[in-house]
């Protein structure tokens, strides 16, 4: 216990309190800094405050709405759209020009080497 009282005082005469008290001011003005930027950040520029009680009350009463509403016709004209194309656009019109393979634009093509 000695050996470890006398390490233990050695140690402690190491320690610069002056630095750690200029550690802990440096950490007290970042908090500082922290919260001056959060303040900024978290103002509300003339919006009105809202109530999450009140945004919930009115979300239950739109599905409500929406439940007892009951006509989905909305949803008829996208069931009905057509099927995505399986091949690029105006690939037959420009197949060939004269016999010729045209590319897209409708440039003769040059041949695979």
């Known amino acids: 216990m000695k050996s470890s009282v006398s390490t233990m005082k050695k140690e402690y005469k190491k320690i610069n309190i002056d630095k750690i008290e200029d550690l802990q001011d440096e950490l ?4 500082e800094q922290t919260n001056d930027i959060q303040e900024a950040m978290g103002r509300s520029y003339g919006m009105p405050e809202v109530d999450d ?4 009350a009115e ?3 739109l599905g409500d709405e929406l439940v007892a509403d009951g006509d989905s016709s909305y949803l008829d004209e996208a069931m009905s759209a057509p099927s995505a194309p399986s091949r690029e656009p105006g ?11 045209v590319d897209e634009f409708g440039l003769p093509q040059l041949p695979a080497q």
């Open 53 to 56: 009680d009140e945004l919930d």
């Open 28 to 31: 007290e003005d970042m908090m």
């Open 59 to 61: 979300l239950a009463a």
């Open 91 to 101: 690939a037959d019109s420009i197949a060939s020009k004269n016999g010729v393979p």
